[in-house]
Protein backbone atom coordinates (compact mmCIF):
# COMPACT_ATOMS: atom_id res chain seq x y z
CA UNK A 1 0.00 0.00 0.00
CA UNK A 2 1.48 3.22 -0.87
CA UNK A 3 0.98 6.46 1.10
CA UNK A 4 1.30 9.82 0.70
CA UNK A 5 2.51 12.47 2.82
CA UNK A 6 2.32 16.33 1.62
CA UNK A 7 3.53 19.23 3.31
CA UNK A 8 4.39 22.89 2.58
CA UNK A 9 1.10 24.33 2.06
CA UNK A 10 -0.42 27.49 3.87
CA UNK A 11 -1.24 31.23 3.52
CA UNK A 12 0.72 33.51 1.76
CA UNK A 13 0.55 36.93 0.29
CA UNK A 14 -0.48 37.73 -3.41
CA UNK A 15 3.30 37.54 -4.87
CA UNK A 16 4.49 35.22 -2.80
CA UNK A 17 5.59 31.77 -3.29
CA UNK A 18 5.50 28.25 -2.21
CA UNK A 19 6.73 25.12 -2.19
CA UNK A 20 5.10 21.94 -1.83
CA UNK A 21 6.33 18.39 -1.31
CA UNK A 22 4.81 14.73 -1.34
CA UNK A 23 6.53 11.89 -0.14
CA UNK A 24 5.39 8.33 -1.27
CA UNK A 25 6.53 5.42 0.95
CA UNK A 26 5.30 1.65 1.23
CA UNK A 27 6.97 -1.86 0.34
CA UNK A 28 8.02 -2.99 -3.13
CA UNK A 29 6.21 -0.47 -5.35
CA UNK A 30 7.13 1.47 -8.23
CA UNK A 31 6.44 4.68 -9.46
CA UNK A 32 5.04 5.97 -12.73
CA UNK A 33 3.55 9.48 -13.15
CA UNK A 34 3.99 12.21 -9.97
CA UNK A 35 1.24 15.09 -10.13
CA UNK A 36 -0.55 17.74 -8.53
CA UNK A 37 -3.93 18.32 -8.64
CA UNK A 38 -6.34 21.02 -6.81
CA UNK A 39 -10.01 21.51 -5.81
CA UNK A 40 -10.95 25.09 -6.19
CA UNK A 41 -13.71 26.92 -3.32
CA UNK A 42 -17.21 26.11 -4.75
CA UNK A 43 -15.94 23.27 -7.44
CA UNK A 44 -16.50 19.54 -6.60
CA UNK A 45 -14.05 18.53 -9.42
CA UNK A 46 -9.94 18.17 -8.79
CA UNK A 47 -7.98 19.85 -11.19
CA UNK A 48 -4.33 18.93 -12.67
CA UNK A 49 -2.01 21.56 -11.92
CA UNK A 50 1.11 19.69 -13.19
CA UNK A 51 2.19 16.14 -13.88
CA UNK A 52 5.82 14.52 -14.32
CA UNK A 53 6.45 11.23 -15.58
CA UNK A 54 9.15 8.89 -14.61
CA UNK A 55 11.17 10.13 -17.49
CA UNK A 56 11.03 14.05 -16.88
CA UNK A 57 8.02 14.87 -19.64
CA UNK A 58 5.70 17.07 -17.23
CA UNK A 59 2.73 18.97 -18.12
CA UNK A 60 0.96 21.87 -16.83
CA UNK A 61 -2.41 23.67 -16.81
CA UNK A 62 -2.55 26.72 -18.82
CA UNK A 63 -2.99 28.52 -15.48
CA UNK A 64 0.46 27.05 -13.79
CA UNK A 65 2.65 27.94 -16.86
CA UNK A 66 5.34 30.32 -16.28
CA UNK A 67 4.53 30.25 -12.46
CA UNK A 68 5.04 26.85 -11.16
CA UNK A 69 7.83 24.23 -11.52
CA UNK A 70 7.35 20.81 -11.32
CA UNK A 71 10.30 18.64 -9.94
CA UNK A 72 11.24 14.65 -8.58
CA UNK A 73 13.61 12.90 -6.63
CA UNK A 74 12.92 9.47 -8.14
CA UNK A 75 15.34 7.84 -5.42
CA UNK A 76 12.69 9.55 -2.56
CA UNK A 77 9.80 8.77 -3.95
CA UNK A 78 9.01 12.78 -3.52
CA UNK A 79 7.45 14.89 -5.97
CA UNK A 80 7.59 18.82 -5.92
CA UNK A 81 5.86 22.13 -6.55
CA UNK A 82 7.25 25.10 -6.71
CA UNK A 83 4.39 27.97 -7.51
CA UNK A 84 5.94 31.58 -7.61
CA UNK A 85 3.81 34.52 -8.09
CA UNK A 86 1.13 33.49 -6.20
CA UNK A 87 -2.35 34.77 -6.91
CA UNK A 88 -5.76 34.98 -4.82
CA UNK A 89 -7.24 32.71 -7.49
CA UNK A 90 -4.87 30.05 -6.96
CA UNK A 91 -6.61 29.44 -3.63
CA UNK A 92 -7.58 25.81 -2.98
CA UNK A 93 -6.96 22.25 -1.52
CA UNK A 94 -3.85 21.09 -3.06
CA UNK A 95 -3.64 16.88 -3.79
CA UNK A 96 -0.65 15.16 -4.29
CA UNK A 97 -1.54 11.88 -7.10
CA UNK A 98 1.31 9.30 -7.51
CA UNK A 99 0.68 6.67 -9.92
CA UNK A 100 2.17 3.08 -8.88
CA UNK A 101 2.59 0.16 -11.54
CA UNK A 102 1.62 -3.09 -10.60
CA UNK A 103 1.70 -5.53 -12.84
CA UNK A 104 0.03 -4.78 -16.16
CA UNK A 105 -1.95 -2.03 -14.11
CA UNK A 106 -1.66 1.67 -13.16
CA UNK A 107 -3.15 2.58 -9.55
CA UNK A 108 -4.08 6.03 -8.79
CA UNK A 109 -3.10 7.47 -4.72
CA UNK A 110 -3.89 10.33 -3.47
CA UNK A 111 -2.52 12.84 -0.88
CA UNK A 112 -5.17 13.66 1.98
CA UNK A 113 -5.01 17.54 0.79
CA UNK A 114 -3.59 20.63 2.05
CA UNK A 115 -4.72 24.12 2.08
CA UNK A 116 -2.72 26.43 0.14
CA UNK A 117 -4.47 30.37 0.45
CA UNK A 118 -3.46 33.26 -1.22
CA UNK A 119 -4.29 36.26 0.49
CA UNK A 120 -3.73 39.72 1.69
Known amino acids: QVQLVESGGGLVQPGGSLRLSCVAS????????MGWYRQLPGKQQRELVA????????NYADSAKDRFTISRDSAKNTVYLQMNSLKPEDTALYYC?????????????WGQGMQVTVSS
Open 97 to 109: NVEELSGGARLDH
Open 26 to 33: GSRFRIGA
Open 51 to 58: VISSTGFY
